[in-house]
């Protein structure tokens, strides 16, 4: 059974920080390119960082220079180090594991609300 369990978020201040962890079971997880997606309110959902199988990452410039993705194989776990969050941060993160060679799909975490107080 594959499980993609999410922890961190919450509510934190404008400029604050926050670090979002999403640690999978059921899955061979070296083989899997790692997402972190959000979802405003009213909002489609986005794409905020992803990392490959090797390490390359690739951030959304809306979060740029503020946001870091990265993970450890050894504890098949992703992470999101958010700092100077902003209230239009303020969405339900999630994170996703896809093969490579796979632009859609993949497995779901379960979501992590994230509010940003101005």
């Known amino acids: 059974q594959v499980q993609l369990v999410q922890s961190g978020g919450g509510l934190v201040q404008s400029g604050g920080s926050l670090r979002l962890s999403c640690a999978a079971s059921?899955?061979?997880?070296?083989?899997?390119?790692m997402n972190w997606y959000r979802q405003a309110p009213g909002k489609q959902r986005e794409l905020v960082a992803s990392?490959?199988?090797?390490?390359?990452?690739n951030i959304a410039n809306s979060v740029k220079g503020r946001f870091t993705i990265s993970r450890d194989n050894n504890k098949n776990t992703m992470y999101l180090q958010m700092d100077s969050l902003k209230p239009e941060d303020t969405a339900v993160y999630y994170c996703?594991?896809?093969?490579?060679?796979?632009?859609?799909?993949?497995?779901w975490g379960q979501g992590t609300q994230v509010t940003v107080s101005s």
């Open positions: 059921g899955i061979i997880f070296d083989i899997y390119n």
């Open positions: 990392i490959t199988t090797g390490g390359t990452t």
């Open positions: 996703n594991a896809r093969l490579v060679g796979k632009t859609l799909g993949g497995y």
